[in-house]
């Protein structure tokens, strides 16, 4: 049988091959193709090899209009000037190093988008749906993905790059999974600008190194290192991070509370007596008293999910 996109190559991969003789002359629109194709991705699949490698790739993902579409939405945003350079955090900080990191970016709003991109982020939060389903996968990034943010790039070419980082460091960070559609018609090798990926443990395989070629997923969990090599061509992405909204919160009061102790501005000795003590509802105002009334309000936040862990792991046990 011949396979639909021998058929016509306008047609998305997965659409059926028996219906291409019908199909043939009528490509479907970028939002359809991008709603179907999402749908019939392989969730099951996906996840077995994210535990497997910690990372999937998945090519012939939309079909070739959609992905050009989804291209032509993310270069309208870069010619309206609505992308910047991207930033490196650095705790709470933010900074600029174009010898580092030289992309240009937008975060984009599920209710500020329209067309090809709007389509985009709902099948993928559908599809973040799917893979949190199942359980292995949950367990082995640490938490349930329960929310999703969108970032389009563009590399514009002449050796820009992003050297090689993590997107969450490898504890219970808030992003599980990093997920990245390519949308660059025409690649080849002398363009550059591929993803070198580090599976882990560090040292048990050679890094993989991906092309940025039009209509490819990449997934792969977002504490492996990874970077993006000198691009000599301009080259677009949408990058997806599905990630727990629970460890995000409890990442970010971490992060405030360092920053606090650093500033001098936190009792310490106060946090960590609560932290400890046991499932007390008594409050020692004198001791909290040097804490702001945020910072307060955090510690208590995390207190009492804590204490709902416990709960729940007592009433599994």
């Known amino acids: 049988m011949t396979d ?13 091959s028996a219906s291409s003789s019908s199909l043939a002359a009528v490509a479907p629109s970028a939002p359809e193709a991008i709603a179907r194709g999402a749908a019939a991705a392989d969730a099951p699949a ?3 090899s994210l535990l497997a490698k910690g990372f999937a790739v998945v090519d012939g993902f939309l079909g070739a209009p959609a992905a050009a579409a989804v291209r032509s939405g993310i270069a309208g945003m ?11 955090q650095h705790g709470t900080q933010q900074s600029t190093n174009d010898a580092t990191r030289s ?6 709003q599920p209710d500020g988008c329209a067309g090809a991109l709007a389509a985009y982020v709902a099948a993928v939060d559908a599809l973040r749906c799917r893979l949190t389903a199942v359980d292995a996968l949950v367990e082995r990034v640490g938490g349930e993905l329960d929310g999703c943010n969108f970032m389009a790039a563009t590399y514009p070419g002449g050796g820009t790059r992003y050297v090689k980082h993590r997107d969450a460091l490898p504890y219970q960070a808030g992003r599980k999974l990093t997920v990245i559609y390519y949308v660059n018609a025409g690649w080849r090798p002398a363009h550059g600008g591929e993803l070198r990926l580090w599976p882990e443990p560090e040292g ?11 209509d ?4 792969f969990i977002s504490s492996l290192e990874h970077e993006v090599l000198p691009a000599w061509a301009p080259r677009f992405a949408l990058t997806t991070w599905m990630f727990n909204r629970r460890d995000t919160a409890l990442e970010s009061l971490a992060e405030d509370l360092r920053q606090k102790k650093a500033a001098g501005r936190l009792n310490t000795q106060a946090l960590l007596a609560a932290l400890d003590a ?11 008293e040097e804490m702001d009334a945020a910072t307060a309000k955090k510690v208590m936040m995390m207190l009492m999910m804590r204490k709902k862990k416990r709960e729940a792991e007592a009433q599994a046990s």
Request: proline share 10%.
């Open 216 to 219: 490819r997923l990449v997934c």
């Open 278 to 288: 046991d499932d007390s509802e008594e409050e020692d105002e004198d001791e909290d």
């Open 78 to 88: 870069d010619r309206a000037g609505r992308l910047r350079l991207g930033k490196l």
């Open 4 to 16: 639909s996109a021998d058929a016509n190559p306008l047609l998305p991969s997965w659409w059926p």
């Open 46 to 48: 996906l996840a077995s």
């Open 103 to 108: 992309d240009r970016i937008a975060f984009l």
């Open 204 to 214: 048990a395989a050679p890094p993989v190194v991906l092309a940025p070629v039009a």
